[in-house]
T-cell receptor, first 115, second 114 residues
Framework: EPEVTQTPSHQVTQMGQEVILRCVPISNHLYFYWYRQILGQKVEFLVSFYNNEISEKSEIFDDQFSVERPDGSNFTLKIRSTKLEDSAMYFC?????????????FGDGTRLSIL | AQSVSQHNHHVILSEAASLELGCNYSYGGTVNLFWYVQYPGQHLQLLLKYFSGDPLVKGIKGFEAEFIKSKFSFNLRKPSVQWSDTAEYFCAVILRGAGNKLTFGGGTRVLVKP
């Protein structure tokens, strides 16, 4: 079964540094998402992306965050000037569409630790 | 505010016991409902989904869920669990017509003792 892959599995970064989390969505999928889960809290939606632009974003997704699809396979989340509270598990997901029979498929996640 | 609630944070049971995990949502509109499972060290996997039609939905690995619109609930059930069902289970909702973002419940950790 095709999978969403995320790299790295664990990223440790000094506060204030920039970090890029990488995702390779399932190849025929058109919709891409980032979610995060702070330890002990719910999985939260960050952003959705379609046709090379953001289609929806949450209040969490402020100017510190950006997403990009730099080529035909990768989907990245960039966090500028990281803060301690950015420490979380970040999940990438993709779906073939937004209709009823096209659910989101998730990657294994990247654990981001800000020191 | 719109939200998804899962009643139990932790559930411990023995093999062959029956499992029921509660999920309630607080959306006023039409919703799509999901249960995802995360086995230790693995990614979130879709167990089952409800969009319309028969409110009793059957998923993979012997799981089923029932949508009760009047109660805003979508409880997950399995008649007889196995040790391999040890995992964290997440209920999630998409509000139709309001994008495609999943709103998750807090998750329930299930430990099945052999």
């Amino acid at each position: 079964e095709p999978e969403v892959t995320q790299t790295p599995s664990h990223q440790v970064t000094q506060m204030g540094q920039e970090v890029i989390l990488r995702c390779v969505p399932i190849s025929n999928h058109l919709y891409f998402y980032w979610y995060r889960q702070i330890l002990g809290q719910k999985v939260e939606f960050l952003v959705s992306f379609y046709n090379n632009e953001i289609s929806e974003k949450s209040e969490i997704f402020d100017d510190q965050f950006s997403v990009e699809r730099p080529d035909g396979s990768n989907f990245t989340l960039k966090i500028r000037s990281t803060k301690l509270e950015d420490s979380a598990m970040y999940f990438c997901a993709s779906s073939a569409g937004v209709q009823n029979n096209q659910p989101q498929h998730f990657g294994d996640g990247t654990r981001l630790s800000i020191l | 505010a719109q939200s998804v609630s899962q009643h139990n944070h932790h559930v411990i049971l023995s093999e062959a016991a029956s499992l029921e995990l509660g999920c309630n949502y607080s959306y006023g509109g039409t919703v799509n409902l999901f249960w995802y499972v995360q086995y230790p060290g693995q990614h979130l996997q879709l167990l089952l989904k409800y969009f319309s039609g028969d409110p009793l939905v059957k998923g993979i690995k012997g799981f089923e869920a029932e949508f009760i619109k009047s109660k805003f609930s979508f409880n997950l059930r399995k008649p007889s669990v196995q040790w391999s069902d040890t995992a964290e289970y997440f209920c999630a909702v998409i509000l139709r017509g309001a994008g495609n973002k999943l709103t998750f419940g807090g998750g329930t950790r299930v430990l099945v003792k052999p």
